[in-house]
C-alpha cells in the first residue's frame, strides 16, 4: 500500500514560480524513478520530468532551462523548482513512482491526486 500526496500547486502570473512537492508513504523497499507529469483540458497527458535513484534526469524540451527536478531520497520526495513560468505550462500535475514494495519484486508506477498550477498572461 502505498501514496502520494503533491502539494505546492497554485495560481501565478507569467514569470513567476512554483516548487511543487511530492511525498511517497507505504510499503516502500525502493524506489527506482520519481517524476512529474502534466495534463491541460484537451490535452494528452505529457511527462514533465523524471529522476532516476541514480540521479539521471530526462525533461520534457518545452520546460528545459526553466523547471528543475530534485529528490530527498531519505525522506521519499520529489520536487519540481517552476521558473519562468508561461501560460502554456498551465495544467493538473501529477507525481509518479516506479518502485518495489515490501511485498513484491515487481516494479509497479504509483501516482498522486494531482495538483493544479495556473498561469496567467
Known amino acids: 500500500q502505498v501514496q502520494l500526496v503533491e502539494s505546492g500547486g497554485g495560481l501565478v502570473q507569467a514569470g513567476g514560480s512554483l516548487r511543487l512537492s511530492c511525498a511517497a508513504s507505504?510499503?516502500?523497499?525502493?524506489?527506482?524513478?520519481m517524476g512529474w507529469y502534466r495534463q491541460a483540458p484537451g490535452k494528452q497527458r505529457e511527462l514533465v520530468a523524471a529522476l532516476t535513484s541514480g540521479g539521471r534526469t530526462n525533461y520534457a524540451d518545452s520546460v528545459k532551462g526553466r523547471f528543475t527536478i530534485s529528490r530527498d531520497n531519505a525522506k521519499n520526495t520529489v520536487y519540481l523548482q517552476m521558473n519562468s513560468l508561461k501560460p502554456e505550462d498551465t495544467a493538473v500535475y501529477y507525481c509518479?513512482?516506479?518502485?518495489?514494495?515490501?511485498?513484491?519484486?515487481?516494479?509497479?508506477?504509483?501516482w498522486g491526486q494531482g495538483t493544479q498550477v495556473t498561469v496567467s498572461s
Open positions: 509518479n513512482a516506479e518502485l518495489r514494495t515490501t511485498t513484491s519484486f515487481q516494479v509497479t508506477a504509483f
Open positions: 507505504g510499503n516502500i523497499f525502493t524506489i527506482n524513478t
